[in-house]
């Protein structure tokens, strides 16, 4: 007692005579050198998990419940907590409170996948701007989102939450989501970075990839975003690269992001601490979060015994106040928590409408027209999945299923069936099978999604008299912690075969027609099936208003203009990285995060592999298939249209320093308007490094065009742009001769090209 108070006493007489100045966006070197080193190392670790607040310093309020975490406070200089939430599709926070009747539901917007089929970077700000305004008027500071690790594999469980097998199309969707965000004046986190392309064993796993790989397919989506769009903060991923965790490579938090990309932001970790806190600071990884008292000691302990240099950990944290000032909390913002849910709701459905991609239309059965009377088959039809399980699960108020969006939409379902699959899914919720997805803790966040109901034969012939055509819901969830398996989500189950070819058989013997609506997350098998039915609609996971966006576009309200952000192959094995991908009995990352985070009980992994060879190079996506002939049921970009569109004089001009615009005129040649999104795929000249036969530089998408009406769209690509990574000499190279320029409505279908020579080769140097 009597050392406390004497120490006390010493506080009390130290503390005057430190300077104590106030946080003001002008006073940063004061503030920082003001600070005492345990405030320091503070500030550089979150406050724990949860939305919890505290440290050494604060209270015990929770600021923001159900956020994902908080920086700590220090409140002697001035200094607020400032708060973290999920996730991708929208804002995660818990929806209601202890102690007060109001609710806090955020809008489920399309999942990432899903909006980088839109191809349309105007569509995608918008959408965030209302997204962001959520986060802003909630009271949190930066939105964890967007995931954009690259489609490596179909397989990834969370492919949902990430835009595309390309770098281009996923770095200009990531670009304009952060716009849109970012433009109420909170910040993102772009995330995982990088090579987190799996989610088994992703807390330990070393992503095994050559330079090149690196720098041309799995980082160049997050370098143009950076360039491009300015975020606030990046999160490095949970998993290694090359033998090193991502939170402790300086090549790749220092000398690539903010050497050579101009990065000014936050490095923050993902969830969860490892070993190495104090490389991880001087990798320049800012932030630890959620953060744990012990990496707070470790970085004193580190700058005491003279392992981590102060200049280090007061670079990260003079970034820490940086990011500080500029959020909403630090400037005192009075949020309402009453964000406009209903005008965001229909930014969300325009999203989804915009966002899905029809697949097949024979005789134009789409959009539909003399239908009544629907037959709607599927447990999804009501199991509706709006998007995926994990992080990126969001508290919505609602989701308009499949049933509700049609009957909206005016159309009569069939009784028999809607009373057999309310029974059959309210059954199943109370009594769930085997749960297909990962981890159960992650469940937590995001529901289960029900197995496909047997339905005999007979059953289904029954249904065919009273209704004037049938539409079948395969639905799909995933999430994070745990990949899909091919017998379980890639392929179609059995059950799912047998529905969809007896429902086939029995309409189209009565002349009838047959629609498949693809409710799903990732890619998934259609080559076996896709002859089957008459037309299907890739409708992906589009968030809360998924109902009545499909029936907009069914019924032609909206004419789709979504085009594939990835390759559909004919089999799972046709991807290269399908040798190298965890299948089956591999220990699940739902389990590490039980671990993790204290839950323990965690099953103990099996099988352990702790590494991935990314032995398919460069060759991810269409660049392997397009390059070696490889058919593929549905190629990169591919999307049809309730209309038709003629690509016309193309033209390329280039500039004195190499860099090229590009025009192609678009004109609606059908009957109904629409929207067309085009891709310029460019082939290098040969010589020099080995590429792949095109490669998608830049994309555009026309307004919406009335029929017989044109458009100019213009593309423009600078040297770097069209530049290759040459490991020996580790740097970037465009090799000067004979460009093709194809203007495409995907990678396979490319009416137009022009030829155009870039005169002088240049070369770009990387620090490191
Ligand atoms: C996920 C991140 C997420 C974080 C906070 C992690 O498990 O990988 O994407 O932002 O949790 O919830």
């Not at 070197?29 to 310093?57: F, N, R, Y």
């Not at 005008?343 to 969300?348: E, F, L, V």
């Amino acid at each position: 007692m009597k050392k406390l108070f004497l120490t006390m006493a010493a506080i009390v007489l130290v503390l005057p005579m430190v300077a104590q100045p106030k946080l003001t966006k002008d006073n940063i070197d004061e503030v920082l050198a003001a600070m005492t080193l345990e405030e320091k190392a503070t500030l550089v670790v979150g406050s724990g998990w949860g939305s919890m607040i505290g440290g050494i310093t604060g209270g015990s309020q929770i600021l923001v419940s159900g956020a994902a975490g908080t920086t700590q406070a220090i409140p002697r200089l001035g200094i607020p907590n400032t708060v973290l939430a999920d996730g991708p599709a929208g804002l995660r926070i818990n929806p209601t409170r202890p102690g007060t009747n109001q609710t806090f539901y955020c809008t489920g917007f399309p999942v990432g996948t899903a909006i980088a089929s839109s191809w349309d970077v105007e569509l995608v700000e918008n959408m965030t701007k209302a997204m962001g305004n959520e986060v802003l008027e909630y009271g949190v500071d930066v939105l964890l989102a967007p995931g954009m690790n690259i489609h490596r594999n179909p397989l990834c469980g969370r492919n949902f939450e990430y835009f595309s097998e390309d770098p281009v199309l996923s770095g200009n969707i990531s670009a304009a989501y952060v716009k849109g965000v970012q433009s109420n004046g909170v910040g993102v986190s772009i995330k995982h970075y990088a090579g987190n392309n799996q989610e088994t064993n992703r807390n330990e796993n070393d992503a095994q990839v050559s330079k090149r790989a690196l720098r041309e397919i799995y980082l160049k989506n997050f370098e143009i975003s950076v360039r491009e769009s300015d975020p606030w903060t990046v999160m490095s991923s949970y998993n290694k690269i090359n033998g090193k965790y991502t939170q402790q490579s300086y090549d790749l938090l220092t000398s690539a992001l903010r050497n050579d990309w101009g990065f000014s932001g936050i490095v923050m970790t993902d969830w969860g601490s490892k070993d190495g806190t104090v490389d991880a600071v001087k990798a320049g990884n800012d932030l630890m979060e959620p953060g744990m008292p012990f990496e707070t000691q470790r970085i004193i302990e580190a700058v005491n015994n003279g392992t981590l240099d102060i200049k280090d950990l007061d670079r990260n944290v003079r970034r820490m106040l940086e990011y500080i000032v500029r959020t909403p909390r630090f400037k005192g913002y009075k949020y309402s928590d009453k964000p406009d849910l209903k005008a965001h709701a229909k930014a969300a459905r325009a999203a989804a409408t915009e966002s899905m991609v029809l697949l097949k239309n024979n005789d134009n059965v789409l959009p539909l027209e003399g239908v009544k009377n629907i037959a709607l088959f599927g447990a999804t039809s009501i199991d509706f999945v709006a998007g995926g399980t994990g992080s990126g699960n969001v508290n919505k108020a609602y989701v308009v299923n499949m049933e509700q969006g049609l009957e909206n939409a005016g159309f009569k379902l069939d009784p028999v069936l809607k009373d057999f699959y309310k029974k059959y899914v309210d059954f199943a919720k109370i009594n769930p099978k085997d749960l297909p997805l990962g981890g159960s803790d992650m469940i937590l966040l995001g529901e289960a999604k029900v197995e496909e109901a047997e339905m005999a034969k007979s059953y289904i012939e029954a249904r065919v008299a009273g209704n004037d055509m049938a539409i079948v819901v395969i639905g799909r969830n995933s999430g994070e912690g745990a990949d899909r398996t091919v017998e379980n989500d890639f392929d179609l189950s059995a059950t799912e075969r047998a529905l969809l070819t007896n429902v086939c058989n029995a309409f189209h013997l009565a002349g009838k027609k047959v629609v498949v609506v693809l409710n799903i997350g990732g890619v998934i098998e259609t080559a076996s099936w896709k002859a089957m039915p008459d037309a299907i609609l890739l409708a992906w996971q589009p968030g809360q208003e998924g109902g009545d966006a499909v029936a907009d576009v069914l019924t032609g309200k909206v004419n789709p203009s979504g085009k594939l952000p990835m390759t559909f192959p004919v089999q799972f094995t046709d991807h290269r990285s399908s040798f190298n991908f965890p299948l089956g009995n591999e220990p699940r990352g739902g389990n590490d995060f039980a671990a993790m985070i204290g839950m323990g009980g965690g099953r103990q992994p099996v099988n352990h592999v702790d590494y991935t060879k990314y032995e398919e190079d460069i060759w991810v996506g269409y660049r392997y298939f397009d390059t070696f002939g490889k058919e593929v049921s549905y190629p990169f970009g591919f999307g049809l249209s309730y209309t038709t569109f003629d690509y016309s004089k193309p033209t390329v001009t280039v500039a004195k320093d190499g860099s090229i615009i590009a025009k192609v005129i678009v004109t609606n040649t059908g009957k109904v308007a629409g929207k067309e999104a085009v891709g310029l795929y460019v082939s290098a000249p040969a010589g020099g490094l080995e590429k792949p036969a095109k490669e998608l530089k830049a994309f555009a998408k026309t307004k919406l065009l009335a029929p017989g009406e044109s458009q100019v769209l213009s593309f423009s690509v600078d040297a770097y742009g069209l530049a290759s990574f040459n490991e020996q000499a580790n740097r970037w190279e465009t090799a000067a001769g004979t460009y093709t320029f194809g203007f495409g409505r995907n990678v396979s279908d490319i009416p137009v090209t022009f030829k155009a020579a870039i005169k002088n080769a240049q070369t770009f140097s990387v620090s490191e």
